[in-house]
């Protein structure tokens, strides 16, 4: 497996960046910093494409052997163009008609050299799997060994047998202080707590994943504990947060608890350190929808393995059913901290995901549960099309979700959604059809970062999306410029992009290294924990985390790679989860697409 630095030098190990600087000639450095690429490198028959920012004189650019001792390649670079929103001067460098599987190097005079890179079939085989891996480092309640975890080995954190029923969720069968076990389940993002919102986009992506390509993850070995047994890595991974998420459903109800969380953030501390008293916290109707939508979606995958789950398939379903039960008597039960903290004690000041409009969970929890039971009654108990937005997937918005289960599943619907695909199909195209519209033209030539807007508080997941809902588009035309666009986005979370970082910690010689993350930051360890994605740049994140250092101006360029720049360095596993599902799509699909095709120049 690939990961960090790719030299290795007697016993020393270059991990970081500066590091890499010290042993490189000034012109080379100059290069890396100048050179935007995918770090990872190229598939032999897909777009290779490195953008040069600053002012140079243009001219011809080299591909070279690692050694740089034989040019193999020759091109000229693109006339400049100045980056959307920063206005640095671009050039571009296109060798996509060289296929020769090999390590290389980009040379441009007066410029300097890039990093190494392959071009190969899967080149990105290891940044799939560590996606995934990344939420086994995530895991509560459980040692993780050396044999798995490698130098990341740590003691369990958070067993979670003895949570307190918090003032805002108690009832008249669990009175406030009521103890109840919620073990199992993945830390949420740079902090210890588990959240039921979050954790439903998350599962609804992977599991998105394993349906759309299960072939591909049948086939995947991620050295965790369930390996080797009868089961796909991804679908074990998932099942420790399926676990969790059972917990957090009362059964006297069926109503679903927003989160598991201290009454606070705790400090930087490993996990076994961390032993502040938890809650579950008040019910409400997005967790209960999301957590419909995922038990019901989880009731269709598993249903795949009876021998090794018996009765997980029905105990979904009927989990799914009650929690949709729920929400239909409790149809505007909103989250509200600051509300719940005049009324109970003790205050919480923990994530909120506070959604304040659940009509997308509703569209999303119907057409999993329609999906899996073939009932008509879930389908039009919603509006399918309450208007004519398709919005990118995120936590307080998941309607496309449920859209992309419906056409994932279009041959074994009823009449009563059949008339829908059509214009649902047209919906999603259109969408891509945007996306894909100037990418070609773009200073990076990527569908991500054209516009400010793309770059919120963790727009590494909008890249992520973005490739997501063209992998859709493609899957239902087979039209593969929808594809490409979706390897743009992936060559842009792994270092094409306008700061040049690959957002994937451990995969690329300038990846990030410092994430707000609490095991990467207290257990000593240099290099931070693999496979997990950054938020990335964030065009308000310095007014919204306070962190010292910013001094860019323009919102393709607002990052910084230290751990208190939590609007841009935090790591999440809603962010993750469509890295995970963009990776292995486009390893899955490479021999389709003929990415991978072994012919040379």
């Known amino acids: 497996m690939r990961t960090f630095s790719k030299a290795l030098t007697g016993a020393f190990l270059c991990l970081s960046f500066s590091c890499a600087n010290a042993q490189n000639s000034p012109q080379t450095v100059k290069g890396q910093e100048a050179i935007r690429l995918n770090q990872l490198g190229f598939y032999p028959n897909a ?44 050039r571009v460098a296109d060798f996509s008609d060289f296929s020769t599987p090999g390590t290389y190097v980009l040379e441009i005079p007066e410029v300097g050299r890039s990093y190494t890179f392959e071009i190969k079939p899967d080149v990105h085989k290891g940044v799939a799997a560590a996606s995934i891996k990344g939420f086994y480092y995530q895991r509560t309640a459980i040692d993780l060994p050396e044999k798995y975890a490698g130098k990341w080995h740590r003691p369990a954190g958070h067993p979670d047998t003895k949570v307190l029923v918090h003032p805002s969720a108690a009832s008249a069968q669990r009175p406030a202080g009521t103890v109840i076990s919620s073990p199992l389940g993945w830390y949420d993002a740079g902090d210890y707590n588990k959240y039921i919102v979050n954790s439903g986009i998350t599962m609804g992506t992977m599991l998105s994943a394993y349906e759309d390509f299960p ?16 089961v796909p890595d991804l679908l074990d991974e998932v099942m420790w947060n399926l676990r969790w998420m059972q917990t957090m ?27 502040n008293p938890r809650y579950v916290v008040q019910k409400s109707t997005a967790a209960a929808l999301d957590f419909a939508a995922v038990m ?17 398939a029905d105990s979904c379903l009927t989990a799914a059913v009650r929690a949709w039960e729920w929400a239909q008597k409790n149809p505007k039960v909103l989250y509200e901290q600051e509300a719940i903290n005049k009324s109970f004690d003790p205050d919480i000041s923990t994530g ?45 918005q998941v309607r496309l979700l449920g859209y992309y289960t419906l056409l994932r599943h279009k041959d074994n619907l009823s009449p009563a959604a059949q008339k829908d695909l059509p214009e649902l199909k047209k919906r999603l195209l259109q969408l891509a059809d945007d996306m894909v519209t100037g990418a070609n033209q773009g200073a990076y030539r ?85 496979g997990l994605l950054s938020g990335g740049t964030n065009g308000q994140a310095n007014k919204q985390d306070k ?49 991978a095709a072994r012919s040379g120049k």
């Not at 109503?255 to 930087?268: A, C, E, I, Q, R």
């Not at 019901?296 to 997980?312: D, I, M, T, W």
């Not at 119907?366 to 009654?377: G, I, R, V, W």
């Open 47 to 90: 777009s290779k494409i490195a953008v040069v920012v600053g002012e140079n004189k243009g001219g011809k650019f080299f591909l070279k052997s690692a050694d740089k001792a034989k040019t193999v390649y020759t091109g000229q670079l693109s006339e400049v163009k100045p980056a959307e929103l920063s206005k640095r001067p671009t």
């Open 215 to 230: 072939a591909f993850y049948k086939t995947q070995n991620l050295n965790i504990p369930e390996s080797n047994n009868t």
């Open 249 to 275: 459903q009362d059964p006297n109800d069926g109503g679903v608890y927003h989160k598991l969380t201290n009454p606070s953030f705790d400090g930087m501390v490993m996990p076994n350190k961390a032993t």
């Open 296 to 312: 019901a979606q989880a009731s269709r995958v598993y249903k795949n393995f009876p021998k090794e789950f018996p009765g997980l």
């Open 352 to 396: 909120t995901y506070g959604d304040r409009d659940v009509s997308d969970e509703f569209i999303w929890a119907a057409a999993e549960l329609y999906a899996t039971t073939k009932q008509d009654k879930y389908y039009t108990a919603v509006s399918i099309f309450p208007d004519a937005n398709m919005p990118l997937p995120s936590w307080p």
């Open 446 to 530: 990527t569908v991500m970062g054209r516009v400010a807007q793309d770059y919120i508080w963790g727009s590494s997941s909008v890249a992520a999306n973005q490739g997501i809902t063209l992998v859709q588009a493609y899957l239902q035309t087979g039209d593969k410029k929808y594809l490409q666009a979706a390897l743009s986005n992936l060559d842009y979370l792994l270092g094409r992009n306008a700061v040049g970082y690959s957002f994937v910690t451990g995969y690329g010689d300038k990846a990030t290294m410092n994430p707000h993350h609490r095991p990467s930051i207290a257990d000593g360890i240099k290099e931070p924990v693999p």
């Open 547 to 595: 962190c010292e250092g910013y001094t860019a101006t323009s919102p393709d360029e607002m990052y910084l790679d230290v751990d208190c720049s939590y609007a841009s360095n935090e790591i999440a596993i809603n962010w993750n989860a469509p890295l995970v599902y963009l990776a292995g799509a486009v390893e899955a699909l490479q021999q389709k697409a003929g990415f």
